[in-house]
C-alpha cells in the first residue's frame, strides 16, 4: 500500500509502497478514506521530538474496516471508524475514571518488541505513530484506539473529529466547562480555535472574542459563532479584549498557539478569577512570565489560574459520537474547516499552504476500495 514516509527530520514527505501486517490479537485493519493534516504533524516532521524513523504520520483518520483480529471485541468488519491519538489501556484506574491520557500503561497497545512489525519498508519497520499512521491508504490500529460512528457521517468531516475538534470544543466542554453567560477569548484561530468559538458557541457564551494576526482568519470566527475579532497582529490585543469587556477581562482564554508571549497576551485579558488554558503545544524548555503579586493587581487578587489542556481532556469513546451527532444534527459546523481535499502525493504542497496560513484544514482523500 501507498503511505507517505518522513526517512529524515526537516525532509519532504516520500509518498512509497510500504507493507502492512494482517491484524492480530485485537487490531484492525482500517482503509483510511480520510485523513486530516494536523499542524503538529509537521512539527514533528520539522523537529522530530523523539521520534523513531522512518514513520508514517497522521492522526487524523476516519475510514472503513477492511478486517479485525481474532480478538476483537467492539469493531466488526464494514464499520466506519474514527480513530484517536490516544492510547489508553482501558483497565488502569486512569483509563477507568475516563481520563485516557493518563493511562498509567503507556505503548501496552503497540506489538511486542519481537513480534513482527505492524508496516515494513522492504524488511526495515516502518514507525507508526501514536499506533496510527493514518498518511497511508490503510492502517493498522489497536481497537482501543477506534470508536465506530454513524455511516451517515461523511468521512472528511470525521476525519478532523479526531483531533481539531476533540482538541477545540474540547477544551470548551470538558476542561473549561463553559457556561451559558460566560465570555471567552481565543487565541489563533486555525482549525482547533475555530472549534472552540462554535463549541463556546453551542456552550452559550455570549462574549467569544477571536485572536488571530490573520484577517481571514478572523473574518471565518465570525462565521463560526465569534462575537468580536481581535487582529493582534496591529493592536494590543489584552488592552482590546478588556476594552470590549468593559473592563471586567474575560472568563476563560485559551491559547491554541504554542508560544508564551501568546500565553501572556491571555493571561493579561483575564477577569476576575478567570483562567488560561494552554492548549497549543509549546517547544521543549518554553516558559512563562507570570506574575503572582498582589502588587501587581494580578493572579493572587484577582483569584486566576494557568492551566494545560491535553486533547481536548477528551474521552472519545463519548465525544467523538457526540460531535458526529452534533454535526449531522447541523449544530456542529465542520463542512467550511475543510478547506481543501487532497491526493496523499499533495501532502507537502498541501503542508507548505499550510505552514504560510490562511487555510484551516486540508484533508488527504483515499478513493473506496471496492
Ligand atoms: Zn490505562
Ligand atoms: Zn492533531
Not at 486512569?94 to 503507556?106: D, K, T, V
Not at 493498522?140 to 470508536?147: A, C, D, K, P, R
Not at 494552554?278 to 498582589?294: E, F, N, Q, Y
Not at 465542520?334 to 498541501?350: P, V
Request: with cysteine.
Amino acid at each position: 500500500m501507498r503511505a507517505a514516509l518522513i526517512r529524515e527530520i526537516g525532509q519532504p514527505f516520500q509518498v512509497e509502497d510500504i507493507t502492512i501486517a494482517a491484524p492480530t490479537g485485537r487490531e484492525v485493519l482500517v482503509d483510511v478514506r480520510a485523513s486530516g493534516l494536523c499542524h503538529s504533524d509537521i512539527t514533528v516532521a520539522r523537529n522530530g521530538m523523539g521520534i523513531g524513523l522512518p514513520a508514517v504520520l497522521g492522526h487524523e483518520i476516519a475510514g472503513v474496516v477492511a478486517a479485525v483480529g481474532p480478538d476483537v471485541a467492539h469493531i466488526k468488519v464494514g464499520d466506519h471508524v474514527v480513530a484517536a491519538a490516544l492510547q489508553p489501556c482501558g483497565h488502569c484506574q486512569a483509563c477507568l475514571r475516563g481520563n485516557l491520557n493518563a493511562c498509567s500503561n503507556p505503548g501496552s497497545l503497540d506489538r511486542a518488541p519481537d513480534a513482527e512489525p505492524r508496516l515494513e519498508s522492504g524488511t526495515a519497520p516502518v514507525v507508526q505513530m501514536q499506533g496510527l499512521g493514518g498518511f497511508a491508504e490503510q492502517a493498522l490500529i489497536h481497537e482501543n484506539q477506534l470508536v465506530a460512528i454513524n455511516p451517515h457521517m461523511p468521512f472528511e468531516q470525521a476525519s478532523i473529529i479526531g483531533c481539531a475538534v476533540a482538541t477545540g470544543a474540547g477544551s470548551i466542554f470538558n476542561a473549561a466547562k463553559v457556561t451559558p453567560g460566560q465570555s471567552v477569548a481565543i487565541i489563533g484561530c486555525g482549525g482547533v480555535g475555530l472549534n472552540a468559538i462554535q463549541a463556546a458557541a453551542l456552550a452559550g457564551a455570549t462574549t467569544i472574542i477571536a485572536v488571530d494576526i490573520q484577517a481571514d482568519k478572523l473574518e471565518l470566527a465570525e462565521t463560526f459563532g465569534a462575537t468580536a475579532t481581535v487582529n493582534s497582529g496591529t493592536e494590543d490585543a489584552a488592552a482590546r479584549v478588556l476594552e470590549l469587556t468593559s473592563g471586567a477581562g474575560v472568563d476563560h482564554a485559551f491559547v491554541m498557539i504554542g508560544v508564551p508571549a501568546v500565553a501572556e497576551t491571555a493571561m493579561a485579558s483575564l477577569g476576575f478569577g478567570g483562567t488560561t488554558y494552554l492548549v497549543g503545544g509549546m517547544r521543549p524548555g518554553a516558559t512563562l512570565d507570570v506574575h503572582p503579586s498582589p502588587a501587581d493587581s494580578s493572579l493572587l487578587s484577582k483569584q486566576q489560574g494557568v492551566r494545560g489542556i491535553w486533547l481536548g481532556s477528551s474521552n472519545f469513546y463519548a465525544d467523538i459520537p457526540m460531535y458526529v451527532d452534533l454535526y449531522l444534527q447541523g449544530k456542529l459546523n465542520l463542512d467550511d474547516l475543510i478547506s481543501q481535499r487532497i491526493d496523499l502525493d499533495d501532502i507537502n504542497e498541501a503542508y507548505e499552504a499550510l505552514e504560510r496560513g490562511g487555510i484551516a484544514r486540508s484533508v488527504i482523500t483515499f478513493p473506496a476500495s471496492s
